[in-house]
């Protein structure tokens, strides 16, 4: 479904605004978190991974690391411990995790990055969270709507309580809904939201 060229325009251009001053925000926090990062667990400060947005089209997602340096390269083995279903891979208690991993998932911290690719144009700060290919490649019809729009930092999905308790079909049926009634009012109110998730450090 086409939106409006004022819609369009607006939300690209609350984007650029939002992610220059979280740019900005970004700094002394990078300088933090990158000095705790490194003192548990030297390695990068930053985690770059390949996920989809918009049409399939691929870009390098920016986060924090928050697992230690060879976590992709033990995910295989882990495989059997998945407590999600459908496509999507996540343990509660995973050990790949560092302690001020924990805390920065805990709090969203670790995605704070992700405001450059809102800045590039990669991602929206508002529309279903960009998956990774490999899951993508699972995806049934239905799911496949979820690459109708551009990926966003935060959506319906990441803004229901006990979020991660949902199944990935409750999870597409939220992205769905955003796609077929996102509106600026919509984008607004998930926004605010998302500040409330942030505040209760419900992020994990």
């Known amino acids: 479904m086409r939106k409006s060229f004022f819609y ?68 295989d083995s882990l495989e059997d411990q998945n407590e999600m279903d459908g496509p999507v891979f996540k343990i509660k208690n995973d050990k790949r995790i560092t302690k001020v991993g924990h805390f920065i998932r805990k709090t969203s911290i670790d995605e704070f990055p992700q405001v450059l690719n809102v800045l590039k144009g990669d991602i929206s700060v508002v529309g279903p969270r960009p998956p990774l290919r490999r899951e993508v490649e699972q995806y049934d019809e239905k799911a496949k709507r979820r690459l109708e729009v551009k990926g966003g930092l935060t959506c319906l999905w990441q803004i229901q309580p006990h979020r991660n308790t949902l199944t990935f079909d409750q999870w597409v049926d939220l992205d769905i809904e955003y796609i077929e009634n996102r509106s600026l009012w919509l984008d607004l109110k998930i926004i605010l939201k998302t500040f409330k998730v942030l505040f209760t450090a419900q992020g994990e």
Do not use: H, W, Y
């Open 8 to 75: 369009s325009f607006v939300k690209r251009l609350f984007d650029i605004v939002a992610a220059f001053c979280g740019t900005i925000v970004l700094i002394p926090i990078t300088i933090i978190v990158g000095l705790c990062i490194k003192i548990e667990d030297r390695g990068p400060i930053f985690f770059k991974q390949e996920r989809l947005t918009k049409d399939g089209k691929p870009f390098m997602l920016i986060k924090f690391r928050s697992m230690v340096v060879n976590a992709e390269a033990l995910r």
